[in-house]
C-alpha cells in the first residue's frame, strides 16, 4: 500500500443510527478520497481476529462483541498525511474529550461506541486494509 493512505471504519452504532452520510461526507470535505469501500457485519471470530492486537487488554471481550453486534463500513482512504489527517478529523478516542467538530464529538455514544476507528501507524493501516479488501477492490 502506498503512502498516503490509511483505513477506516464506521462502526455499529453509527451505522445503526443512520450517521453514514453525515461521516463519509465529513471525510470527502476534508479531502479524503475513498479508494476502497464495503458494507459487512463482523462475526465474533472475525472481530476478534481484527482486533487480536488487544486480546490482552481489559476492553477486548465488550470491543469484540459490540463489533460484531451489526454493519461496519470498513475504507480504504487516500491523502497526503492521511493517517495523521483522519486521526485529527475523528478525535479523542474517548469523545467527552474529543474536540468540536470532529466525528467523535459529533457521532459517538461513549468511549466504546465511539463511531469510527481510525488506523495508528503506516503497519496497522496495510494490515488492516488486507483484512477488508484484496488488489483488485483498491483503485
Known amino acids: 500500500m502506498p503512502l498516503g493512505y490509511t483505513f477506516a471504519m464506521i462502526k455499529p452504532s453509527a451505522c445503526r443510527k443512520n450517521h453514514v452520510g453525515p461521516i463519509l461526507a465529513m471525510i470527502n470535505q476534508s479531502g479524503f478520497r475513498i479508494s476502497a469501500i464495503r458494507s459487512t457485519k463482523l462475526n465474533k471470530e472475525e472481530a476478534e481476529h ?10 477486548y471481550d465488550n470491543l469484540c462483541e459490540f463489533m460484531s ?56 493501516a496495510k494490515r488492516e486494509a488486507d483484512y477488508f479488501f484484496n488488489e483488485r477492490e483498491r483503485y
Open 50 to 59: 481484527f482486533y487480536e492486537i488487544h486480546k490482552e487488554k481489559g476492553f
Open 69 to 124: 453486534s451489526g454493519p461496519i463500513i470498513a475504507l480504504l482512504l487516500e491523502k497526503e498525511n492521511a493517517i495523521e489527517d483522519f486521526r485529527t478529523l475523528i478525535g479523542n478516542t474517548n469523545p467527552c474529550m474529543a474536540e468540536e467538530g470532529t466525528i467523535r464529538k459529533m457521532f459517538a455514544e461513549s468511549l466504546q461506541k465511539n463511531a469510527v476507528h481510525g488506523s495508528d501507524s503506516v503497519e496497522n
